[in-house]
């Protein structure tokens, strides 16, 4: 079974940068399709990126030209690069491995206007 842990979240102004990590363990990500998505108070989870085992991304419209989602296979490793954020971005992160239906335990991300 594969555990999936993020980290990276805190509390940032906007238009500030962070980069969010998933490390997987337990097997290998390399042939999965890996996604972050978030979940802001109130709401329901929605899907952020996703990336293809052969690395095409794919971008919610609310985040295209923002945030970038890339992968090291190698080390098993998910990012989420975010830019320009905005105080609408503020969620709970969370790593998906959609093969396996394997959720992280999320990391906070709070920008502040």
């Known amino acids: 079974q594969v555990q999936l842990v993020e980290s990276g979240g805190g509390l940032v102004q906007a238009g500030g940068s962070l980069r969010l990590s998933c490390v997987a363990s337990g097997k290998s990500i390399r042939f999965d399709l890996m996604g972050w998505h978030r979940q802001a108070p109130g709401k329901e989870r929605e899907v952020v990126a996703t990336i293809s085992s052969g690395g095409s991304p794919n971008y919610a419209d609310s985040v295209k030209g923002r945030f970038t989602i890339s992968r090291d296979n190698a080390n098993n490793v998910v990012y989420l690069q975010m830019n320009s954020l905005k105080p609408e971005d503020t969620a709970v992160y969370y790593c998906?491995?959609?093969?396996?239906?394997?959720w992280g335990q999320g990391t906070q991300v709070t920008v502040s206007s």
């Open positions: 998906k491995d959609s093969r396996y239906g394997v």
